[in-house]
């Protein structure tokens, strides 16, 4: 119980640190000021994601189902017509509404959703793109930082088809690994009472992983070292899937995320928690949370020896 005591001072401070440092939206001002390509982006994401997507859903349940539900009511009453006359009529009522709805859905919002989907992925890898361009355009400390690791990590690497292989096998460890972390993330969702929370706390970690320009180890023990500072930084654009539907869930989602792409490519992770130490003492244990994640992840590679042999 002490031990437990202890670990609350430290994780509310770098909670709290990572969540202020996702709200200063102020940087997305500042980002697509210097960059005309990024400004293009962001307001194509929101057309998409927020105009139509999230425009249509609007549509169908403030014009389309009222709609329906006047021309094809509820409750017999409210029909003059004789088909009130027969208790079949408010079944077939409400199958026509229901199939209507349905092909709305299966013919409109799936394809919207699957095109959002795909296309904001692509629009998101240029968002980081461009945003990582901003930064070296400023020269920010961060930037300078990071490029000096990357040229000793260079000269300590191998050189030719040896250098590539190795990062095309980390890439793969990579996707794999967040494949596997995110299916275990849905699934502990599902578990009553706490599992919504875990669920929250695991999928705020992740909005910041793809800006350290550092080796896959290195960058999981960071994470495992500080994850209270980036369950904070995800909080705020995950927060919306806890108080909408899938689809209205997913297009905040969708509007949110290249917004706190653009706070995570600002933001000096390792100055800021540096900085809190004297806050916190330095005395957050480190919790292992991609410790199943690794694991399944070296199973499933051990079924691949070529995939193995480039790990």
């Known amino acids: 119980m002490e031990s437990l005591a202890s670990q609350a001072r430290p994780a509310a401070v770098l909670w709290l640190a990572g969540f202020f440092q996702a709200a200063r939206l102020h940087r997305v001002v500042s980002f697509c000021a210097s960059s005309r390509a990024l400004s293009i982006r962001i307001a194509q994401c929101f057309l998409l994601n927020g ?9 169908l349940t403030s014009v389309v189902i009222p709609t329906l539900l006047w021309i094809l009511p509820e409750r017999c009453n409210q029909t003059a017509g004789h088909l009130c006359e027969h208790r079949a009529a408010v079944s077939i009522y409400s199958f026509l509404r229901s199939g209507l709805v349905e092909i709305f859905y299966v013919f409109w919002f799936y394809p919207l959703y699957v095109f959002s989907f ?142 706190f792409v653009l706070t995570a490519a600002g933001t000096q992770a390792e100055q800021v928690i540096d900085a809190l130490k004297p806050a916190h003492e330095g005395k957050l244990q480190r919790i292992p949370v991609f410790f199943v994640a690794k694991r399944l992840t070296t199973k499933v590679l051990q079924l691949f020896p070529v995939a193995q042999k480039e790990q």
């Open 51 to 59: 105009l139509i997507f999230l425009g249509s859903l609007l549509t």
């Open 118 to 259: 795909i296309l904001s992925t692509i629009w998101y890898n240029d968002i980081a793109k461009h945003a990582l361009d901003v930064v070296k355009s400023k020269s920010l400390v961060l930037t300078q930082s990071l490029d000096a690791h990357n040229i000793t990590e260079t000269k300590e690497q191998p050189e030719g088809f040896d250098r590539v292989a190795l990062g095309i096998g980390e890439q793969v460890y990579s996707i794999l690994l967040l494949t596997i972390f995110f299916v275990e993330v849905s699934v502990i969702g599902y578990i009553p009472y706490f599992g919504k929370a875990m669920n929250f706390l695991l999928l705020s970690l992740m909005y910041k992983w793809n800006f350290f320009a550092v080796s896959l180890h290195e960058r999981l023990d960071f994470f495992e070292s500080n994850w209270a500072f980036f369950a904070g930084f995800g909080a705020p654009c995950v927060l919306p899937i806890f108080f909408f539907s899938p689809l209205i869930s997913y297009g905040f989602l969708a509007i949110l995320y290249p917004l």
